[in-house]
């Protein structure tokens, strides 16, 4: 198993980027598949991202795709979330997960989830 903790979120102005940091605790993340997603209030969870274990392919929703961009870096335990161009709209928690296997777009039966980070994005 492998346990995620997400960081970077904050509060921005329309217009400002961030980037996100899931890091993974143990030594076996380079196993791992990574997606980001995002969850606003009121809404379901949304997919963003998705990387290969070793970083050689990635996927994006629509609303990411143009704007965001996933990466890694495994010697760290390390998976990025650059977001520029950020929009209220993008206001959300926003999370990571892991597994072995190759999950795609799917929001759900991932093995490990983190506890998310909250990014506010003020108009």
């Known amino acids: 198993q492998v346990q995620l903790v997400e960081s970077g979120g904050g509060l921005v102005q329309a217009g400002d980027s961030l980037r996100l940091a899931c890091a993974a605790s143990?030594?076996?993340?380079?196993?791992?598949?990574v997606g980001w997603f995002r969850q606003a209030p009121g809404k379901e969870r949304e997919f963003l991202a998705i990387?290969?274990?070793?970083?050689?392919?990635?996927d994006y929703a629509d609303s990411a795709k143009d704007r965001f961009t996933i990466s890694r870096d495994n010697a760290k335990n390390t998976v990025y979330l650059q977001m520029n161009s950020l929009k209220p709209e993008d206001t959300a928690v926003y999370y990571c997960?892991?597994?072995?296997?190759?999950?795609?777009?799917?929001?759900?039966?991932?093995?490990?989830w983190g506890q998310g980070t909250q990014v506010t994005v003020s108009s």
């Open positions: 990387i290969t274990r070793y970083g050689g392919s990635t």
């Open positions: 997960a892991a597994d072995n296997v190759w999950r795609g777009r799917r929001a759900v039966q991932w093995d490990a």
């Open positions: 143990g030594r076996a993340f380079s196993n791992y598949h």
